[in-house]
Nanobody, 126 residues
Framework: QVQLVESGGGLVQAGGSLRLSCAAS????????MGWFRQAPGKEREFVAV????????NYADSVKGRFTISRDNAKKTLYLHMNSLKPEDTAVYYC???????????????????WGQGTQVTVSS
């Protein structure tokens, strides 16, 4: 299991930006596919974005495409989520997750990931 710690959440006005970070403990971080998920109050956790081990491939949920960017720095063992043009409906707890062998980059589910962080709250006010 990979130990993951998210940071960077907070309160922001609609239209604003935030950058989330996810620090990993695993020295083989670069071999893991990494993802971001989110869970809003009263809703199921949903896929946000995913990135392949060396960052060559990415995929996004339709709801964030064009506004969010997932990236990683394998030397720093850190995953990022750059969020622009935030909307109130982006309000949720955001989780990073790691998978040693992701079966698909197309809308992966949380069952595809074996390690999770504790989450960081993002609140977007209107």
């Amino acid at each position: 299991q990979v130990q993951l710690v998210e940071s960077g959440g907070g309160l922001v006005q609609a239209g604003g930006s935030l950058r989330l970070s996810c620090a990993a403990s695993e020295r083989t971080f670069s071999t893991y596919s990494m993802g971001w998920f989110r869970q809003a109050p009263g809703k199921e956790r949903e896929f946000v974005a995913v990135i392949s081990p060396y960052g060559r491939y990415t995929n996004y949920a339709d709801s964030v495409k064009g506004r969010f960017t997932i990236s990683r720095d394998n030397a720093k063992k850190t995953l990022y989520l750059h969020m622009n043009s935030l909307k109130p409906e982006d309000t949720a707890v955001y989780y990073c997750a790691a998978s040693p062998g992701l079966p698909t980059m197309n809308d992966p589910t949380d069952a595809d990931f074996g390690s999770w962080g504790q989450g960081t709250q993002v609140t977007v006010s209107s």
